[in-house]
């Protein structure tokens, strides 16, 4: 699977966007790009993916470049409860081996 | 839906002693994983199930550590003896297969903090 690279931390405004990115130079045509973050104390949970296209859902929007070298995770209006670790994951999707390569994420800290 | 179940939630116990964690997955996932994490680290995959079968063990320290999944629901993680190095949060996980999910996405139980002293 290929690596991904985050910062290690960024602060954001409650109420405001929090845009996450990710660096996955190395992607496979056949890899997917996945998102999960961790609360404190939580088991990880699953944000969002995507292949191509950009995708929304109830949680985030994923922005993936035409190139799919990299990628932005976007939360559109962060709140006290979105602090987390979140973590960028490359990997390909179906077959029998679901194996996540977590790296050491984003810490992502929404203040008041 | 009932999400992944664990127990206990911490555990403490001394080097040298033996320990084991319990796992019961989302109705319906045939896949299961156990993972490490260590403090400030990303979870890493120590064994991968499918069913009641072993898909992916190579990062499980098979000299002290084991997992069963006997019925292809439950399962067992445990470490013995253990080591300080051993301290961590232990989480398991479960999915769909692909031929029901291609994308996988799996789902997390809150994990099992162990400390050894």
């Known amino acids: 699977d290929a690596k991904t690279t985050q910062p290690t931390s960024m602060d954001c405004a409650e109420g405001r966007a929090a845009n996450l990115p990710c660096n996955h130079s190395?992607?496979?045509?056949?890899?997917?790009v996945y998102w999960y973050r961790q609360i404190h104390s939580q088991g990880p949970q699953y944000i969002i993916h995507g292949l191509k296209n950009n995708e929304t859902n109830e949680m985030a929007s994923l922005i993936i470049t035409e190139d799919r070298k990299s990628s932005t995770l976007i939360l559109p209006h962060a709140t006290l409860r979105d602090t987390a670790v979140y973590y960028c994951i490359v990997r390909a999707s179906g077959g029998s081996n679901y194996k996540l390569t977590f790296g050491k994420g984003t810490l992502l800290t929404v203040n008041p | 839906e009932a999400g992944v179940a664990q127990s206990p939630r911490y555990k403490i116990i001394e080097k040298r002693q033996s320990v084991a964690f319990w796992c019961n997955p989302i109705?319906?996932?045939?896949?299961l994983y156990w993972y490490q994490q260590i403090l400030g680290q990303g979870p890493k995959l120590l064994i991968q199930?499918?069913?009641?079968?072993?898909?992916?063990d190579s990062q499980l320290p098979k000299d002290r550590f084991s997992a069963e999944r006997l019925k292809g629901v439950d399962s067992t993680l445990k470490i013995q003896p253990a080591k300080l190095e051993d301290s961590a949060v232990y989480l398991c996980?479960?999915?769909?297969?692909?031929?029901?999910?291609?994308?996988?996405?799996?789902?997390f139980g809150p994990g099992t903090r162990l400390t050894v002293t």
């Open positions: 190395t992607i496979s045509g056949n890899e997917y």
């Open positions: 199930f499918q069913n009641n079968g072993v898909v992916d």
């Open positions: 109705s319906g996932h045939a896949t």
């Open positions: 996980a479960s999915s769909l297969v692909a031929s029901q999910r291609p994308s996988g996405e799996q789902y």
